[in-house]
């Protein structure tokens, strides 16, 4: 099957979004998780690159449970209450568009409902089966964010989704890092954050901020994670 290249993001932040990449003189947080939860075509992808969207408001990212999560986690790491979470977000506008702080983007650039799912659409418009899409990030997209991660330092890579955490290494230092992991129990389930600094860079890769038994499914779970990612940037 003939990839369809042109179809694909291409540009300078492209499956991210939004917010403050920062700079090594003023590096901020990033998180980033697998793909865009939704389905959107590369027709509206390139009027939509949320990093200069003024539609990604925090009115509107407060209906995106994975934001709320995301709010969260950054309210404790910022050493709030995690029941703050809306007067954080309000009040430091993470990922809007002209705001401080804080980066957020997906290593796959391409919308799609789950990681297991490929519409008919999407095969359609970039010419690839999921796999194939798949492979071609790891060839053009993971290394392209490893350039920006190169560029403007941050403070913490936070990865989001543990099975993913080689494709989190290689965005962040180029290869595959052995990890140190904390692991936590909350109630009845066990979770592992996996964590590495290499030169001075941060990465950290916590469970999925979803619902799911193996996420980070309760405030308890994502109060310790954040309280972790606080220390270790530290």
């Known amino acids: 099957m003939q990839i369809n290249s042109k179809m694909l993001p291409t540009q300078e932040f492209d499956g991210c979004d939004g917010g ?16 865009h939860g939704t389905y959107r075509s590369p027709a ?35 050493g709030l209450s995690i029941e703050d979470y809306r007067v954080f977000a309000e009040k430091t506008q993470p990922f809007v568009k002209g705001s401080k702080g804080y980066f957020k983007g997906n290593l796959y650039p391409y919308a799609c409902r789950s990681v ?30 490893k350039k920006w991660v190169d560029q403007y330092q941050p403070k913490v890579f936070i990865g989001v989704g543990n099975s993913n955490r080689t494709d989190f290494s290689q965005a962040v230092f180029g290869n595959n890092v052995n990890f140190e992991t904390h692991q936590f129990t909350v109630g009845t389930q066990t979770k592992k954050i996996f964590y590495a600094k290499v030169d001075g860079r ?3 890769v916590i469970p999925h901020l979803s619902g799911g038994k193996n996420g980070l499914n309760s405030h308890e779970s994502v109060r310790v994670a954040g309280k972790f990612i606080a220390e270790f940037i530290q």
């Open 20 to 35: 403050d990449p920062g700079s090594p003189t003023s590096p901020t947080i990033w998180i980033f998780g697998i793909e």
């Open 44 to 78: 509206t992808f390139e009027s939509s690159q949320n990093h200069t969207d003024d539609g990604y408001t925090i009115q509107t990212q407060l209906t995106y449970p994975y934001n709320q999560k995301a709010f969260k986690l950054l309210a404790v790491i910022n």
């Open 116 to 145: 297991s799912e490929w519409t008919p659409e999407a095969e359609l418009e970039t010419g690839m089966t999921k796999i194939e899409y798949k492979q071609w990030c790891n060839q053009h997209h993971i290394p392209a964010i």
């Open 202 to 204: 941060r990465l950290v």
